[in-house]
């Protein structure tokens, strides 16, 4: 049985009624860590507001991971459920998008990893992570597994929680819609100026959030409004 077959066997036989949010996100982070081959941790990031958090996580590095992004703001399981983006770090010794934390992050032992946006209702409302002591953990495949895992999570989420049924989940919606169309509008201004591809213009924008401790959607806005970069 190949990689895509036994993944799609092991989430279909996820119960998703009758059980809560914590309990049905940590079975599937579970599936998500064993279906790859390289990663040794894997977490799920849920975004409500502008606010991310770990939802559930398996293996004590991916919590570790998520929480020196966290403190910061940024990082790519951040800016993954952000902007509705795959990123991945092949070497986090490396890695310039985000250097602050990818030092540290090596520090701790994480060599590479890789952040798949979970999709709802066409905008991110978080991110299925996965992490790895060793460099260029990851490949190809592991993309398109992990995307297939991402699309259950974003439906246990909706399920489990009834999203969009208050008012409460609506507004979080709604900053998220907001926050992905600015990004993208900024993505555009830079491919525009500078006629750079659509990855090297959200590189761009990460950069500058890291390096002016500025968060990525405050970033995009500044550029959008006033056509120009903080501390450009």
Same mark, same amino acid.
């Given at each position: ?28 982070t ?21 606010k991310?958090?770990t ?11 998520d ?5 910061? =703001?940024? @990082?790519p399981?951040?800016?993954?459920? &952000?902007?509705? /983006?795959?990123?991945? $770090?092949?070497?986090?010794? #490396? ?13 701790? =032992?994480? @060599? ?5 946006? &979970?999709?709802? /209702?066409?905008?991110? $409302?978080?991110?299925?992570? #996965? ?5 260029h ?28 049924? #208050? ?10 819609m ?55």
């Open positions: 049985m190949s990689n895509l077959s036994k993944l799609h066997e092991d989430l279909a036989g996820v119960v998703l009624l009758d059980r809560g949010l914590d309990e049905v996100l940590t079975e599937i579970g599936i998500a860590r064993r279906a790859l081959p390289g990663p040794e941790a894997a977490s799920i990031t849920l975004i409500r507001g502008e991310a958090f939802a559930a996580y398996d293996g004590q590095m991916a919590l570790d991971a929480e020196l992004q966290y403190k910061r =703001g940024y @990082g399981c951040v800016d993954a459920g &952000l902007a509705g /983006q795959v990123l991945r $770090i092949d070497d986090m010794a #490396t890695e310039e998008r985000w250097p602050d934390y990818s030092r540290e992050a090596a520090a701790h =032992g994480i @060599g590479s990893s890789l952040s798949v946006p &979970l999709p709802f /209702q066409s905008v991110a $409302i978080g991110a299925l992570n #996965t992490y790895a002591g060793l460099p953990a990851f490949t190809e495949e592991d993309q398109v597994l992990a995307e297939e895992v991402a699309t259950w999570v974003a439906l246990a989420v909706g399920n489990a929680e009834a999203t969009i049924r #208050t008012s409460d989940e609506l507004a979080h919606l709604r900053i998220a907001r926050s992905r169309a600015v990004i993208e509008q900024a993505k555009g201004v830079l491919i525009e100026r500078y006629k750079i591809s659509d990855e090297r213009a959200f590189a761009v924008l990460t950069r500058t959030s890291q390096q002016s401790n500025v968060k990525l959607r405050e970033v995009a806005d500044q550029l959008v409004r006033t056509g120009s970069l903080p501390g450009v």
